[in-house]
């Protein structure tokens, strides 16, 4: 794992002066009459800013559980709340932390204007800032960043999803890139990671790219018109989609339905493992998801979290699970060549992993993220896979 770079400690006398110097400070800003909030390091709140429950029902049904978990074994106060796709509603809880004095803001914003803007705010404040799973360019950046490596999100997808192209056995494929919002900076890493595989096999002459749109506010809903709208202008000519997650994949296969294709013989990538997603792997209507063990993801966030609120290095937090710290340039949201430095915001990188059918029994299964319950319900019920593993 890498290594934040961190300098040798003063001595406890020195603490106990500065930490007393801080707190005559703060009594002096409370005469003053100031009215922000901001609990001190180790005695204020968590709060987790989650974005909405309709681009994924991750946040939900997986994220919110796992904070839970960590943030009762940590006996820490806490509060988890969801801003339902309103960016002034998630502004508003953000400001409620503050106000709450909280020490610590866990954001996962829903788009890089209004996340800047609580991050600065919540800086101004005293109050320590973890971006999670979504990066916000342009601002001065958190105290930490924890997300998947998102680059190699994208390429697992073209690592499943190539192969299975080629064995179409087409003269020239015609491929399209479906991806996230641009609101996000993670649609932009995802994308990196698989338009580097679509781009070089274009140039090579293999194959041919028919479209490539991003889907404002990963909305699936929009994400279908987007793909119809595709269908029709290329004349149902399509013959493989990187969706860049399981919603959009979904939107694709219903476009492809509803145009009369066939989705089990055109090969299409997914992000989440979500149930639905899975489903439609064990279906065949969709090649591969990527999976993000969330639980990870969200203890090693918690991790971070806790550590910021007691004042402790990065470098110390034992969750585990695998990561890497390395750096992100807070101005463009690409990787950094260290993990500190004017500009750049430590990030806490895990793995992601390529699910099939083929791996999904000893991923998301033996993981306990997903149950072969959920999975082999209603038409997925009659699947090799789950005749296999029911």
């Known amino acids: 794992m890498s290594k934040l770079r961190t300098g040798s400690r003063p001595p406890k006398l020195v603490w106990a002066l500065l930490l007393a110097v801080a707190a005559l400070a703060l009594v002096a800003a409370g005469c003053g009459g100031d009215d922000e909030g901001g609990g001190a390091a180790g005695d204020g709140s968590i709060w987790v800013l989650l974005p909405d429950s309709a681009s994924s029902d991750r946040w939900e049904a997986d994220d919110r559980r796992f904070f839970e978990e960590a943030f009762d074994e940590a006996g820490v106060d806490y509060n988890i709340v969801n801003a339902e796709g309103d960016a002034a509603n998630q502004q508003s809880q953000a400001e409620q932390a503050i106000a709450d004095g909280a020490s610590v803001i866990l954001l996962t914003s829903l788009d890089t204007g209004s996340g800047g803007s609580i991050i600065e705010q919540a800086k101004e404040a005293g109050v320590k800032v973890v971006e999670y799973d979504r990066f916000n360019t342009g601002s001065s950046g958190g105290d930490a960043y924890v997300s998947f490596d998102n680059v190699k999100v994208g390429a697992t997808m073209a690592e499943v999803l190539e192969p299975a192209i080629d064995a179409l056995g087409l003269d020239k494929p015609r491929v399209v890139m479906l991806n996230g919002g641009e609101e996000d900076n993670n649609s932009f890493l995802f994308k990196d990671g698989y338009s580097a595989t679509v781009q070089a096999r274009v140039d090579a002459g293999d194959w041919e790219l028919v479209a490539d749109q991003f889907t404002p506010g990963w909305d699936n809903a929009e994400g279908l018109k987007i793909m119809e709208q595709i269908l029709v202008s290329a004349d149902n000519k399509v013959d493989a989609v990187f969706a860049a997650n399981d919603g959009l994949a979904q939107s694709t296969i219903t476009a492809l339905e509803s145009a009369g294709l066939d989705p089990t013989t055109i090969p299409v990538s997914g992000q989440d493992a979500t149930a639905a997603g899975m489903q439609n792997v064990v279906l065949g209507k969709q090649t591969m998801s990527v999976y993000k063990p969330i ?35 807070s101005e463009d949201g690409k ?5 500190d430095g004017d ?28 149950t ?3 999975i082999c319900a209603g038409d997925a019920a009659s699947t090799d896979w789950c005749q296999e593993n029911s």
């Open 335 to 339: 990787p950094a060549e260290s993990a």
């Open 295 to 329: 639980e990870a993801e969200a203890k090693v966030a918690a991790a971070v979290a806790l550590a910021l609120r007691a004042g402790d290095d990065l470098e110390s937090i034992d969750p585990g699970y695998d990561f890497e710290i390395i750096g992100i340039n």
């Open 343 to 370: 500009g750049v915001v430590p990030y806490v990188a895990l793995v992601p992993i390529g699910v099939t059918t083929e791996n999904m029994a000893d991923t998301v299964i033996a993981d306990g993220f997903r």
């Open 372 to 374: 072969v319950e959920e």
